[in-house]
């Protein structure tokens, strides 16, 4: 209930909350991954085994970006912290890192793309590579990376600006326009650290969203394209537009406001019960409840991934109508418990390979900050979920109280 009050859920201002999540997660994030690179699990795994090959290095890369903003933020106003993130998380960091660059982490890359998987379409992987060292270097001050990331960045931004259509592959035959612009953002970000400048790349690359490469019916980027031919497949999908509109508004602010605008149209629901984005457009007729690695559980078309990812895409877009009733419907659904650990965020995670995806999204999410101004009145009002579900915690709660006073009761006799 205390953090319900958090200023930073109604301001530019981050959550002080964070802080907190992100201690928790650092607490046991080295240990992880230790185990995972010197038990080489990642080469003990299929590539079929999508959670369990690309989760754990999105999880180092989520984690590491989440810990940038956070020193930034510290950097300004030190009152959120005792001691500054790159300070007390920096055997985190340099953890994060270390999986990032491990080649046998890099085992299901290297079945699909040969020993050349660094230089070679691969675009997922390599835009965590490059999205990962980048933060270490920021954060760490520390150059041991910069050769191979200098690298990365020229000829992942050469071989992105030679395609036909600035697309390209994550894994043979499979594009997936959601990874392409994040992609795009996160060469820039490397591009100015390392004092390259980027912006007539940048200019050129809206080309891979324009055009055919488009959902015709909401103006949206199609989930799937063909790199080859340019053409965009299926309807645009909620978890890749969210997560894309969270990265758009720093390489085209204009198209960045449509899009939104779209989305909103197409894919809010503001019910009077719950208000999140949709998976996939309203009245699409497509199905109402499912399950997938990329989207989570989809509920009465509500997508769970669409919907945390949208916290962030709301914030950075500064839409804070529904930045409120997101945010606050992931603290009550995120079940906190007395360690710190987030418990829904923690199941929907794969426990085996990569326990903290789930808990580093939603960190990742709820510290983004807004590119343009707050100038808009919005009228903040909790959704109707979040009272049933303290309500639910508070019943949990007596009944465990009760529980164990009956018990000592017994005990006692």
Known sequence: MYDLRDPGLQTNQIPSFTYRWHTTITKDFVSWVN???????????????????????????????????????????????????????????????????????????????GSDYLHKENLFYRMLFIAGLTSYQKLTGNS????????????????????????????????????????????????????????????????????????????????????????????????????????????????????????????WNEGSIISGFFEFPQNSGMNSFFFDVDAGPVISQYGVAASAFGIGASKVNNQLQHFYPLATEAIVASWPLPDGTLLLPRLLSNLADAPYIGESALLFTMTRQSLYPSNNQVKYQLPYIVYLSLVLYCGLGLIILRSSIKLVQSLKK
């Not at 100015?192 to 940048?202: E, H, T, V």
């Open 144 to 267: 041991q990376y910069e050769e191979v990331l200098v690298d990365q960045v020229t000829s992942l931004s050469k071989e992105l600006d030679e395609s036909p259509y600035g697309l390209l592959d994550d894994y043979p035959g499979e594009c997936y326009p959601v990874d392409i612009l994040p992609a795009i953002a996160v060469l820039n970000r490397a591009g100015k650290l390392l004092g390259m400048d980027q912006s007539d790349f940048i200019n050129r690359s809206i080309r891979a969203f324009e055009d055919e490469r488009l959902d015709s019916s909401t103006g949206l980027p199609a989930y799937i394209a063909n790199s080859k031919t340019g053409y965009g497949y299926g309807p645009a999908r909620g978890v890749g537009i969210s997560y894309m509109l969270i990265w758009a508004p720093e390489l085209w602010p204009n198209v960045a406001q449509n899009w939104y605008s779209n989305y909103e149209e197409y894919f």
């Open 35 to 113: 185990d995972r690179i010197d038990f080489q699990r990642a080469s003990k795994l299929t590539t079929d085994n999508v959670s369990g090959t690309e989760w754990p290095m999105f999880s180092a890369v989520l984690y590491l970006w989440s810990t940038e903003t956070l020193q930034e933020n510290w950097e300004v106003n030190p009152n959120f912290s005792r001691e500054a993130p790159n300070i007390y998380a920096r055997e985190a960091i340099e953890a994060a890192a270390k999986l990032i660059v491990d080649p046998d982490n890099a085992s299901w890359v290297k079945a699909h793309w």
